[in-house]
């Protein structure tokens, strides 16, 4: 079946569940975007089941850490890679490393972990060879958009040289499917509402997102030259337990929880497209398990949240009142975007299922568990080679942006 023949069946049939796609289609012209979609004549991969040894980059992180666990929780076996940086509190991706080691204890060969640089030419072959893995899941990179401003170069070489170092890497020992982490901050200086993988990207508005936007392209010359199979995912916000303590959700959390202040750009009508941890691993192995040629995707819930009801959600869920601090509009804030998940859903299966209110109370409620627990600790406001981040301490009030900006 392909694709064509696919987006014919689902829009004869009325029987198919596309509860969350619809609601996107409602504002989308979708006789548009599927006669776009159409043209293409995408022939559907059939996903490979069976056993794999799935290579993992940034698997201490956030969202690396919960695909590894649904990798072995499934029977694959996972090698992680991880260079495990200070850009948030390392305790946490150690914390990550400790719950992987432990659902594998005792079976030997399941989970190998390297701790380096993605782009040690030495420490990498050697990573290569030793664990020869024919799948490969690639989710490190220095992440967040403003300290891309403050520091680009570490971003060049982490996610553009590192992206390209795997790659070159994956092609000479025949990875059979390449999947990277892209980000929906590709689409920062577009001023559409629904975000589809056919829009022009060619304007990104950080370091950050060039250096995402500057993988994909990569991607693509690999795919060209080499026939890798690659595919990159946009995704949109990801937040759950484990989260980054930089992201919103986490910090709205957290200051809520600890009362304290949070501002709150304009009127709060501002609406962003939150995605639970559990929906993107979802989307991820998807991906890992189709082979495309090449493909892009975005990774959303596909519709958005308003700031107003975020922090709504997060008070209630969090038993407290937040201390708000109402700030004028920002210029160039858009006021509602989010993720077209259309095409996802077609060639993946992918369907978010995880509402935002169900997602905030299983965030705030890990959040209470991991502090009772002394399991996680603010970070502090200076990453150790000086560089900013996310502040969260209480003398940096001020200093606090809790805008939404996509990732
Ligand atoms: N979390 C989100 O909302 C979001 C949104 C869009 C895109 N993304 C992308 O998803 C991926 C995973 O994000 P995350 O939220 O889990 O971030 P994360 O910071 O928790 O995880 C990234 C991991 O990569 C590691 N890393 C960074 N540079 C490395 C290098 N040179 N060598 C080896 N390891 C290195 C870090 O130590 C970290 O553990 C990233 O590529 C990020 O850009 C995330």
Same mark, same amino acid.
């Given at each position: 079946?392909?694709?064509?023949?696919?987006?014919?069946?689902?829009?004869?049939?009325?029987?198919?569940?596309?509860?969350?796609?619809?609601?996107?289609?409602?504002?989308?012209?979708?006789? =548009?975007?599927?006669?776009?979609?159409?043209? +293409?004549?995408?022939?559907?991969v059939e996903?490979?089941?069976? #056993?794999?040894?799935?290579?993992?980059?940034?698997?201490?992180?956030?969202?690396?850490s919960h695909?590894?666990?649904?990798?072995?929780?499934?029977?694959?076996?996972?090698?992680?890679?991880?260079?495990?940086?200070?850009?948030?509190?390392?305790?946490?991706?150690?914390?990550?490393?400790?719950?992987?080691?432990?659902?594998?204890?005792?079976?030997?060969?399941?989970?190998?972990? #390297?701790?380096?640089?993605?782009?040690?030419?030495?420490? %990498?072959?050697?990573?290569?060879?030793?664990?020869?893995? =024919?799948?490969?899941?690639?989710?490190?990179?220095?992440?967040?958009?403003?300290?891309?401003?403050?520091?680009?170069?570490?971003?060049?070489?982490?996610?553009?040289?590192?992206?390209?170092?795997? %790659?070159?890497?994956?092609?000479?020992?025949?990875?059979?499917?390449?999947?990277?982490?892209?980000?929906?901050?590709?689409?920062?200086?577009?001023?559409?509402?629904?975000?589809?993988?056919?829009?022009?990207?060619?304007?990104?508005?950080?370091? #950050?997102?060039?250096?995402?936007?500057?993988?994909?392209?990569?991607?693509?010359? #690999?795919?060209?030259?080499?026939?890798?199979?690659?595919?990159?995912?946009?995704?949109?916000?990801?937040?759950? *337990?484990?989260?980054? *303590?930089?992201?919103?959700?986490?910090?709205?959390?957290?200051?809520?929880?600890?009362?304290?202040?949070?501002?709150?750009?304009?009127?709060?009508?501002?609406?962003?497209?939150?995605?639970?941890?559990?929906?993107?691993?979802?989307?991820?192995?998807?991906?890992?398990?189709?082979?495309?040629?090449?493909?892009?995707?975005?990774?959303?819930?596909?519709?958005?949240?308003?700031? +107003?009801?975020?922090?709504?959600?997060?008070?209630?869920?969090?038993?407290?009142?937040?201390?708000?601090? %109402? %700030?004028?509009?920002? *210029?160039?804030?858009?006021?509602?975007?989010c993720a !077209?998940?259309?095409?996802?859903?077609?060639?993946?299966?992918?369907?978010?299922?995880?509402?935002?209110?169900?997602?905030?109370?299983?965030?705030?409620?890990?959040?209470?568990?991991?502090?009772?627990?002394?399991?996680?600790?603010?970070?502090?406001?200076?990453?150790?080679?000086?560089?900013?981040?996310?502040?969260?301490?209480?003398?940096?009030?001020?200093?606090? !942006?809790?805008?939404?900006?996509?990732?």
């Open positions: 079946m392909t694709y064509t023949d696919t987006i014919k069946s689902l829009n004869n049939n009325q029987s198919i569940d596309l509860e969350d796609t619809t609601s996107v289609s409602s504002s989308v012209s979708s006789s =548009e975007t599927d006669s776009l979609l159409l043209e +293409k004549e995408i022939e559907l996903p490979h089941v069976g #056993y794999k040894k799935v290579l993992v980059t940034g698997g201490a992180g956030f969202i690396g695909v590894a666990e649904y990798l072995l929780n499934r029977g694959d076996d996972v090698v992680i890679v991880d260079e495990m940086n200070d850009y948030y509190d390392v305790k946490i991706k150690e914390g990550n490393l400790k719950l992987l080691e432990e659902m594998v204890e005792g079976q030997e060969g399941r989970l190998s972990i #390297y701790k380096g640089d993605i782009c040690d030419e030495a420490f %990498m072959l050697d990573a290569f060879e030793k664990e020869k893995p =024919e799948w490969v899941c690639h989710m490190a990179a220095r992440a967040g958009v403003r300290p891309s401003i403050q520091d680009p170069y570490i971003y060049i070489h982490s996610n553009i040289k590192g992206t390209t170092h795997l %790659m070159e890497l994956s092609h000479k020992f025949g990875v059979k499917n390449f999947v990277f982490a892209s980000s929906s901050s590709v689409y920062g200086g577009s001023s559409s509402t629904y975000f589809s993988e056919e829009e022009n990207v060619d304007n990104p508005v950080s370091p #950050y997102a060039a250096s995402k936007k500057a993988c994909e392209l990569l991607a693509y010359t #690999y795919h060209h030259l080499y026939n890798l199979n690659v595919t990159g995912l946009r995704f949109f916000t990801v937040y759950g *337990p484990r989260g980054r *303590p930089d992201m919103a959700p986490f910090k709205f959390i957290d200051r809520v929880s600890r009362g304290l202040e949070l501002q709150q750009f304009g009127d709060g009508s501002s609406s962003r497209d939150y995605t639970f941890i559990s929906d993107i691993v979802d989307g991820v192995v998807r991906s890992i398990d189709r082979p495309y040629p090449y493909q892009i995707f975005n990774l959303g819930k596909g519709n958005g949240t308003s700031l +107003k009801d975020f922090i709504d959600l997060v008070q209630k869920h969090v038993g407290k009142k937040a201390n708000i601090k %109402m %700030m004028p509009d920002q *210029p160039g804030d858009v006021p509602y975007t !077209d998940v259309r095409k996802a859903s077609y060639l993946l299966g992918y369907k978010a299922k995880v509402s935002f209110e169900e997602g905030i109370s299983k965030t705030a409620s890990w959040y209470r568990h991991a502090f009772e627990k002394d399991l996680i600790e603010i970070c502090p406001e200076r990453q150790a080679n000086g560089l900013g981040r996310a502040p969260s301490a209480p003398s940096l009030v001020s200093l606090v !942006d809790v805008r939404q900006s996509p990732q």
